[in-house]
């Protein structure tokens, strides 16, 4: 029994990082700005159709002007789509955060309403240039393929994925706790006005952290994209577990959306094994339980803020 | 101007009959006849409902093209009965909530005389009921659960996809045969899901099948990998899959990530051709049902798909599949038969349909098609179809492996469809 269970905990954990890093960018926006960005799904699917556009001729991109560049081996292409990707989806970020900035200090619905209207217009935006058929994001060779575990096949491309998830986490928080820019950013979200009076731009500072947050939405929707495959609704199914993720981990904490997103993984990897038809349920049974006596959540009072 | 005085016994009397007339207006009869003034020369009106958004979205727009392709195959002929036909599209969102909210407006607002179009059987069965409920004829063009023409068929609702039970009978003998008997099913926890898997375990034990296990997967699943780790740990050596939509674009996806396309042999239920158009032969694993192929070796096949391609040119699903081609002949034999009997009248419709015989060449298909008089559904060719090894072209996905007699994969299903009467079915006729 135990010796059938590992591979689903290993399968759970693997599951959990990529859970994390659906969660990180959204973390950062509604942490440091306390907006609940609901384009942030919207944001991921975009970054995912704009490495799309890059990997592949038919794309999205003029494939006459570009033909020397598909010419390329997999590999300098993939880097380059984890690249231009977050680069894109974070200057629409830019622009959707200089949308926003009539709505700071009024009701926090309006943020919402607004957020869900960009993730509207981007989803229709998606729609018009790329339709409505499935997309396949093509990974280099060497991350393809199943490898040999003992009597199992397992997915290279999963675990490069949980190892690159566990590294975005990583380099995320020596951003945030070890450079002077994650300390202003932690500042400002901590007491704008003072970050303000010791002379920071403090519009600047929320411009880079939204734009900051959707390029992490982008770098999850490329990791994601060759595992859930590249829709215009794909957005929805990011959005969803995110949001999960962030309230049971606790709004504002970095670690703790990080073990939300963990446990979500075991809870959901487990009950797929043993029960699937609860699979999806679980992740909101385990937030009901979690937020019935905890109400900010895992990690509610440690936030990356108060840190 | 006289005034007629009104006494205390008139006015009750009145009051009383006027009262009666209300009530009866009010609480019966039960049966809608929406039976407009004879016909004219105003448009015939088909509501199309077909999905533009949810699970189904995009087949949802590849069979609204088949049904537009033959609305203007019709008016450049100009029309049905001399009279142009108009259609009226609205997103059924692949939800029966707004399948109902749909058909209800289609019928009651934009007075269409059919209605058309559905992918996923819940809302095919929803739009029906609510087409029953008014007469209105309606045609489920690609929802293919067993229960669409067997426990929720309707007299008003033609079924024209094969359903899970046809797609099972032909391919289980020939599985069991080549790969082993110990099955393992998965099926989507929906009525499709459910229907078409309670389906092949009927017909998958009838043929000699051990069923080790049956997992109902969720609607939305997104991620596969601990139910593929399950599998292996099973060793089953078939897998028998009622998966659809989304959820087998991304089941698809992750089988082929993890190396498992190839062992245990998978069955899949049918991959209809928008959810794998674009991905490659690769996309196409295991063994499938489908209705036609636009490489089917047969007269008329090339010139559908030129048509196609002239009056969709930019389209990205460039050459048309199972669902459009359903679309394409379900509408054309609904306009075919309205000028046969000179009508719009429901009743007269419903009969010409009912035990309708097309032919193989008409349909572009193998064998002739018959629509079940006591099911309503069309009885078709079944191909089965594996990923193409050798194709000759970027859309060549498909290897044809074998074809079935409809009479040979009789779906059961309709043993349990108990249609409306005649007399039990509302006139329905927006003249």
């Not at chain 1, 403090?202 to 490329?222: M, P, Y």
């Not at chain 2, 269409?112 to 819940?122: E, I, M, T």
Request: hydrophobic share 45%; net charge negative; with cysteine.
């Amino acid at each position: 029994m135990l010796y059938d269970l590992i591979p689903h905990i290993i399968n759970g954990l693997a599951l959990g990082l990529l859970f994390a890093l659906l969660a990180l960018g959204f973390m950062l926006i509604i942490g440091v700005m306390e907006v609940i960005n609901l384009a942030h799904g919207s944001l991921f699917a975009l970054g995912a159709y704009v490495a799309l556009a890059v990997m592949v001729p038919d794309g999205g991109l003029p494939y006459a002007f570009m033909e020397p560049y598909y010419a390329l081996p997999d590999v300098p292409r993939y880097v380059i789509a984890l690249i231009v990707g977050p680069l894109v989806v974070a200057v629409v970020g830019a622009g959707l955060e200089l949308c926003l900035r009539r709505t700071y200090g009024q009701d926090p619905l309006y943020g919402l309403l607004l957020t869900f209207g960009a993730a509207l217009v981007l989803e229709e935006g998606i729609r018009e240039i790329w339709g409505s058929s499935e997309y396949y994001l093509p990974i280099p060779r060497g991350i393809s393929g199943g490898f040999i575990a003992g009597d199992l096949i397992y997915s290279t491309y999963r675990i490069y994925a949980a190892i690159f998830a566990a590294a975005m986490i990583g380099l995320l928080w020596l951003f945030l706790n070890r450079t002077p820019y994650g300390a202003i950013i932690k500042a400002g979200a901590h007491d704008g006005e003072m970050v303000r009076a010791l002379g920071h731009n403090l519009s600047r500072l929320r411009l880079f952290v939204f734009a900051f947050g959707a390029a992490l939405a982008a770098i999850a929707g490329i990791i994601m994209a060759p595992i859930w495959g590249i829709r215009p609704v794909v957005g929805v199914d990011a959005v969803v577990p995110a949001f999960v993720v962030i309230v049971l981990g606790g709004v504002g904490s970095f670690w703790g959306a990080v073990s939300a997103g963990l446990l979500v993984g075991l809870v959901v990897g487990l009950t797929a094994a043993f029960a699937t038809d609860w699979s999806l349920l679980s992740m909101y049974l385990l937030l009901l339980a979690v937020v019935t006596f905890r109400s900010r959540g895992l990690a509610g009072k440690a936030s990356v803020l108060e840190s | 101007m006289s005034m007629k005085a009104v006494n205390r016994r008139s006015f009750l009397k009145t009051s009383l009959l006027g009262g009666a007339a209300g009530g009866a207006a009010l609480f019966g009869p039960w049966t809608h006849n929406r039976v407009y003034a004879a016909a004219s020369d105003k448009p015939i009106r088909i509501g199309l409902t077909h999905d533009a958004s949810g699970q189904f979205a995009n087949s949802g727009q590849a069979e609204k093209r088949g049904s537009e392709m033959a609305v203007a195959e019709f008016n450049a002929k100009g029309g049905v009965l001399g009279r142009k036909i108009e259609t009226v599209w609205m997103d059924t969102e692949t939800n029966p909530q707004t399948g109902t909210r749909v058909a209800e407006r289609m019928i009651t607002r934009e007075n269409v005389h059919f209605l058309a179009g559905a992918v996923q059987s819940g809302t095919a069965n929803a739009i029906s009921q609510v087409a029953q409920k008014y007469g209105c004829v309606y045609f489920n063009t690609n929802s293919s659960s067993p229960t669409e023409s067997g426990a929720n068929c309707h007299r008003v609702k033609f079924v024209w996809d094969g359903n899970g039970e046809n797609f099972s009978k032909a391919a289980a003998r020939n599985a069991i045969n080549s790969f082993g008997n110990n099955w393992l099913l998965i099926y989507n926890d929906y009525v499709w899901g459910q229907n078409t898997n309670a389906a092949t375990k009927k017909v998958a034990t009838e043929y000699g099948a051990t069923v080790m296990d049956e997992i109902a997967i969720p609607v939305g699943t997104r991620d596969w990998s601990s139910v593929l780790l399950k599998i292996q740990q099973m060793k089953p050596d078939v897998v028998a899959a009622a998966v659809g939509g989304d959820d087998f674009k991304v089941m698809r996806q992750q089988v082929h990530d993890m190396g498992l396309d190839r062992n245990p042999a998978w069955i899949n239920n049918q991959q209809d051709w928008p959810d794998i158009f674009g991905l490659g032969a690769d996309a196409a694993f295991g063994v499938f049902g489908t209705t036609w192929y636009h490489y089917l070796d047969l007269p008329g096949v090339p010139e559908f798909v030129k048509q196609y391609q002239e009056m969709y040119p930019t389209t990205r699903i460039s050459v048309p599949g199972n669902v459009t081609y359903n679309g394409y002949v379900a509408m054309r034999e609904l306009l075919r038969v309205v000028e046969e009997v000179g009508s719009t009248d429901n009743m007269k419709v419903i009969k010409a349909l009912e035990g309708r015989v097309m032919t193989a060449k008409d349909r572009m298909q193998h064998f002739d098609a018959v629509i079940d008089a006591n099911s309503h559904q069309v009885q078709q060719t079944i191909y089965l179809a594996e990923g193409n090894a050798k194709p000759r072209d970027d859309t060549d996905y498909f290897n044809i492996l074998s074809w079935s007699d409809p009479e040979a994969i009789r779906s059961s299903a309709g043993d349990e469809c108990k249609l409306e009467s005649y007399a039990d079915t509302p006139s329905y006729d927006q003249g």
